[in-house]
Nanobody
Framework: QVQLVESGGGLVQVGGSLGLSCAAS????????MGWFRQAPGKEREFVAT????????LYADSVKGRFTASRDNAKNTVYLQMNSLKPEDTAVYYC????????????????WGQGTQVTVSS
């Protein structure tokens, strides 16, 4: 079992940057594909990025491609999401998630979720 704790959210102005972290407890972190998702009020949970077990493969949603960078450090049991050039439409609660095995952009595939961290982009 994996427990996930996100941190790093907050309030930022349009065009600014924020970095999120997701610390995992438990063993065999490198056995899990990791994902970042977000959910704005009244909207469905939305895929942001997914990263393979080694960190060598990363897939982004078109809406964040070129602005967000996902990475992971298996020695630290941590996955990261660096967000640059933020827009008001990036405002949401951001979640990290873990699934045994390969990565996925489908949130239904994930077994473990963090509590979420709020990101608010003000104009």
């Amino acid at each position: 079992q994996v427990q996930l704790v996100e941190s790093g959210g907050g309030l930022v102005q349009v065009g600014g940057s924020l970095g999120l972290s997701c610390a995992a407890s438990g063993r065999a972190f490198s056995a899990y594909g990791m994902g970042w998702f977000r959910q704005a009020p009244g909207k469905e949970r939305e895929f942001v990025a997914t990263i393979s077990r080694s960190g060598g493969n990363i897939l982004y949603a078109d809406s964040v491609k070129g602005r967000f960078t996902a990475s992971r450090d298996n020695a630290k049991n941590t996955v990261y999401l660096q967000m640059n050039s933020l827009k008001p439409e990036d405002t949401a609660v951001y979640y990290c998630a873990a699934k045994m095995g390969t990565w996925s952009s489908n949130h239904y595939d994930y077994d473990y979720w963090g509590q979420g961290t709020q990101v608010t982009v003000s104009s």
